[in-house]
């Protein structure tokens, strides 16, 4: 019996020893081993009054909002008849411009994208090949034309005509 009871009694200090060792041990394992380096702590000797005093500017705001808010409320609530039909009319007018920009992207996109499609399934031929055709058919065009003009001159200015600078 006196066995057992030593045997408790050296438990319950070998318990009380890993208790007494353990929150260190414990401390020691959340805590990094080495120190802060020069640069991690200059960052944060400059960076936490700056950050305070954002916080304070953010805070002072956020008073004179309310403020201005409080005392504007009452003009709002008087001036309501003329302003909400305003405020309606511009949401409106910009929720059209918003929407008619949104359908003329939404449109070229699509008109792009099954250009794209056709032009990668062969049917209609290259950008350079198409632009070369209208070129050389508006060249023809305007070359016709020119013959045109230059006939109607010769025979408007001609040995036996008057011309239209002469009077």
Known sequence: MAEH???QEQRFQQQ??????GPTDLTKSLLPEKRPSKSQVLAVVTLLPAGGILL????????GTLVGLALTTPLFVIC????VPATLTLALAVAGFLASGTFGVTALSSLSWAVNCVRRS????????QA??????????????????GQKAQ???GPGGRSPGRS
């Open 5 to 7: 009871r030593h045997d």
């Open 16 to 21: 009380q020893q890993q208790h007494r060792g």
């Open 56 to 63: 304070l500017l953010s805070g002072l705001t956020l008073a």
């Open 80 to 83: 309501s008849p003329v302003l």
């Open 122 to 129: 062969g049917m209609l031929p290259g950008p350079l090949d």
């Open 132 to 149: 070369a055709r209208h070129v050389q058919e508006a060249t023809g065009q305007i070359g016709q034309k020119a013959r045109e003009v």
């Open 155 to 157: 025979e408007v200015g």
